[in-house]
């Protein structure tokens, strides 16, 4: 049985749409899905600091599980690329902070697989960086922080399906979970 560990970003924890549906993705090939929620006040995203945070709060989550799971981390969590890169875990990063030096120096030494997902209106993005780490890009145009577009909401919810899609195609890519 393979598993999964969803990781969330700062605001709305592992049920926010982008993390829940890549889950759900993972849980119809047959994963066991945990969804991991913060336990403390975090330090500011911007600090290194928060990956040593983060470190504390997933590595008790993956010693408990084993094995190799399948990373899924929104934002703030993609501060676990270390913990990926040194486990040589699969991961899927929702709007990867690639702004952050350690997320991309992370990133760099990651031997397993990565799919990214980003638009190009978010600050902390960066579309060449990430098509230089890894073949796996999901890049929105106009796509914000949320993954939400200009327009009406449909086109931002037509974004998430896009993300699903994009998750599904990346783990028949890589034969997940094999």
Same mark, same amino acid.
């Given at each position: /049985?393979? %598993?999964?560990?969803?990781?969330?970003?700062?605001?709305?924890?592992p049920?926010?749409?982008l993390? /829940?549906y890549?889950?759900?993705?993972?849980?119809?090939?047959?994963a066991?899905?945990?969804?991991?929620?913060?336990?403390?006040?975090?330090?500011?995203?911007?600090?290194?600091?928060?990956?040593?945070?983060?470190?504390?709060?997933?590595?008790?989550?993956? +010693? $408990?599980?084993?094995?190799?799971?399948? @990373?899924?981390?929104?934002?703030?969590?993609?501060? $676990?690329? !270390?913990?990926?890169?040194? *486990?040589?875990?699969? !991961?899927?990063?929702?709007?990867? @902070?690639? *702004? /952050?030096?350690?997320?991309?120096? $992370?990133?760099?030494?990651?031997?397993?697989?990565?799919?990214?997902?980003?638009?190009?209106?978010?600050?902390?993005?960066?579309? %060449?960086?990430?098509?230089?780490?890894?073949?796996?890009?999901?890049?929105?145009?106009?796509? %914000?922080?949320? /993954?939400?577009v200009?327009?009406?909401?449909?086109?931002?919810?037509?974004?998430?399906?896009?993300?699903?899609?994009?998750?599904?195609?990346? @783990?028949?890519?890589? +034969?997940?979970?094999?």
């Amino acid at each position: /049985m393979a %598993d999964v560990v969803v990781i969330p970003g700062g605001m709305f924890g592992p049920a926010a749409p982008l993390p /829940m549906y890549a889950g759900d993705v993972a849980e119809r090939r047959g994963a066991t899905v945990h969804r991991h929620s913060w336990s403390t006040e975090c330090p500011h995203p911007n600090e290194p600091e928060v990956e040593s945070w983060v470190r504390g709060e997933i590595t008790p989550v993956l +010693d $408990a599980i084993g094995g190799r799971p399948l @990373l899924i981390g929104k934002s703030r969590g993609t501060n $676990a690329a !270390a913990i990926a890169a040194e *486990r040589s875990l699969p !991961a899927v990063w929702l709007t990867p @902070l690639l *702004r /952050m030096p350690w997320v991309a120096e $992370a990133l760099r030494r990651a031997t397993a697989p990565f799919l990214l997902v980003g638009g190009t209106a978010d600050v902390v993005w960066g579309g %060449d960086l990430a098509r230089r780490l890894t073949p796996h890009v999901l890049e929105v145009e106009g796509a %914000d922080h949320g /993954m939400y577009v200009p327009g009406p909401l449909t086109e931002s919810i037509a974004v998430l399906s896009r993300v699903v899609v994009a998750v599904e195609e990346f @783990l028949d890519a890589i +034969d997940w979970p094999g």
